[in-house]
């Protein structure tokens, strides 16, 4: 079982599948209408809709909140769980 990173505690609550409310957000890498993408302290996140939107963003506390349809949510993984012999390999 993987173990979870120390830092930043990470939380969501979806709300009807049209409010998303996050803690533990580092960065945000890119968004548009149907796509937002979220650098977590757990892992890259990816989530997937129609009219999205982000209301708050204040990364100073880790906390987002996003607006409109969620369709999908998928970590895309840690990057802190590679072992540094597996970098030099991709």
């Known amino acids: 079982m993987a173990e979870i990173p ?21 960065d945000v890498n890119g968004f548009n209408e149907e796509t937002v993408s979220v650098k977590t302290s757990c892992g890259m996140l990816i989530i997937k809709g129609q009219n999205l939107h982000i209301d708050k963003l204040n990364l ?31």
Not at 7 to 23: E, F, I, P, Q, S
Not at 70 to 83: E, F, I, P, R
């Open 6 to 26: 120390k830092g930043k505690n990470h939380t969501m609550m979806l709300d009807n599948r049209a409010k998303l409310v996050m803690t533990g957000a580092e």
């Open 60 to 90: 100073e506390t880790g906390d987002v909140t996003i607006d409109g349809k969620v369709n999908a949510m998928q970590y895309l993984g840690n990057d802190t769980s590679k072992s540094r012999l597996s970098k030099l390999f991709k």
